[in-house]
């Protein structure tokens, strides 16, 4: 069974850019489409994006000028670059399996924005 | 766009029934058969536990069902039972290669 781990620094200051890595265990990155999904403490949940294997990508609008998703099959990875973040970035942040529904999660790490 | 419709919270007693309601546009809910529901309890991940509108994941309780009419969708937990108590959350492809989540609904089992 396919697990999802995510990765990366808890706390990223103001202005800077939040770093986040997804590997993938229990099966390949190919075939499938992958999102970055995200929940402010105490909120709801909001989609960022996805990337297909291949590298082709789509996002939400309101996050479109500041995300990056990449994907490394060699490494089996996929990771989420968000940059000039604020404190309302702060929020879990989930990578998950599918682009029309989402079938397989991580756990979830929580990146704080914070000086 | 702006994120789906759904009521604060739902309540049921054990063995009753609940339905928590997803309403959304023609653009998202109505135009597509893409609506999904996940269960999230307390510091978890979501759970998947209906996709395309009606279908239901392999492991997932017969208890837990979908439907969908025009711009809302909905999800029906039958003989509710104690761990159903959870935030559920619906979602819908909204075209454009866009998806959008509704606001959460708080499920208590009184």
């Known amino acids: 069974q396919v697990q999802l781990q995510e990765s990366g620094p808890g706390l990223v200051k103001p202005s800077e850019t939040l770093s986040l890595t997804c590997t993938v265990s229990g099966g390949s990155i190919s075939s499938y489409y992958w999102s970055w999904i995200r929940q402010p403490p105490g909120k709801g949940l909001e989609w960022i994006g996805y990337i297909y294997y291949s590298g082709s990508t789509n996002y939400n609008p309101s996050l479109k000028s500041r995300v990056t998703i990449s994907v490394d099959t060699s490494k089996n990875q996929i990771s989420l670059k968000l940059n000039s973040v604020t404190a309302a970035d702060t929020a879990v942040y989930y990578c998950a399996r599918g682009r029309l529904w989402v079938g397989a999660w991580g756990q979830g790490t929580l990146v704080t924005v914070s000086s | 766009q702006s994120a789906l419709t759904q009521p604060p919270s739902a309540s049921g007693s054990p063995g009753q029934s609940v339905t928590i309601s997803c309403t959304g546009t023609s653009s998202d809910v109505g135009g597509f058969n893409y609506v999904s529901w996940y269960q999230q309890h307390p510091g978890k991940a979501p759970k998947l536990m209906i996709y395309e509108v009606t279908k239901r994941p392999s492991g997932v309780p017969d208890r837990f069902s979908g439907s969908k009419s025009d711009n809302t969708a909905s999800l029906t937990v039958s003989g509710l039972q104690a761990e159903d108590e959870a935030d559920y959350y619906c979602?819908?492809?909204?075209?454009?290669?866009?998806?959008?989540f509704g606001g959460g609904t708080k499920l208590t089992v009184l």
């Open positions: 979602s819908s492809y909204a075209g454009s290669n866009n998806l959008l």
